[in-house]
Nanobody
């Protein structure tokens, strides 16, 4: 079992930055690949990016490439989502998720554990 708790969301103006954190319980965090997803009102949950269990490989979606960065600290059982140059279209609830095995997936169906989400609001 893995419990995930996101933090760091908030309200910013366009062009601003936020850093989301996702803290995991348990001693097996390093066994899980991690993903970040977001869901805006009235829209489907969208894959933002993922990171392998070692942190050696990351991937971010085309809509966030060059602005968002994913990292993890296995010693702290935490994964991060650094978001820069935020735009109003980035407004959503952001979720982190854990997937057994070494590689992330772009599909939310492949993740076993989810956090409760943290709201990010970007105003123009």
């Amino acid at each position: 079992q893995v419990q995930l708790v996101e933090s760091g969301g908030g309200s910013v103006q366009a062009g601003g930055s936020l850093r989301l954190s996702c803290a995991a319980s348990g001693r097996t965090f390093s066994m899980y690949a991690m993903g970040w997803f977001r869901q805006a009102p009235g829209k489907e949950r969208e894959f933002v990016g993922g990171i392998t269990r070692s942190g050696a490989s990351t991937y971010v979606s085309d809509s966030t490439k060059g602005r968002f960065t994913i990292s993890r600290d296995n010693a702290k059982n935490t994964v991060y989502l650094e978001m820069n140059s935020l735009q109003p279209e980035d407004t959503a609830v952001y979720y982190c998720a854990a997937r057994g095995g070494g590689i992330y997936s772009l599909s939310s169906y492949d993740y076993n554990y989810w956090g409760q989400g943290t709201q990010v609001t970007v105003s123009s």
